[in-house]
């Protein structure tokens, strides 16, 4: 459930911050994820290990139609209950 929510959550900042840079196409992007916390489904905040596979396959879904559509998502697992973007290479 977490990979498909962060999905959503990941495509949405990537296309805020290339619309902020005034990006019209975007090559590659960095993602660093970790155990995502979140509430939903009526259900208290709590964490949930993410599959990078899972991930990829909910941001390929979400992107399509978008400025996104044959972005390479570079994803990577770390420590911590966070997700960073740490890159955005387009222009
Ligand atoms: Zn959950």
Do not use: C, Y
Not at 33 to 54: F, K, R, Y
Not at 76 to 91: C, D, F, P, Q, S
């Amino acid at each position: 459930m977490h990979d498909f929510l962060l999905a959503k959550e990941i495509v949405g900042e990537v296309l805020a911050v290339a619309k902020e840079k005034g990006l019209s196409k975007v090559e590659k992007v960095s993602v660093e994820i970790g155990l995502i916390a979140m509430a939903h489904d009526g259900h208290e905040e709590h964490t949930e290990d993410i599959s990078v596979e899972n991930l990829q396959f909910g941001i390929s879904a979400i992107v399509k139609g978008t400025i996104l559509e044959n972005t390479i998502f570079e994803i990577r697992k770390v420590a911590g209950e966070h997700w960073k973007l740490v890159e955005i290479e387009g222009n």
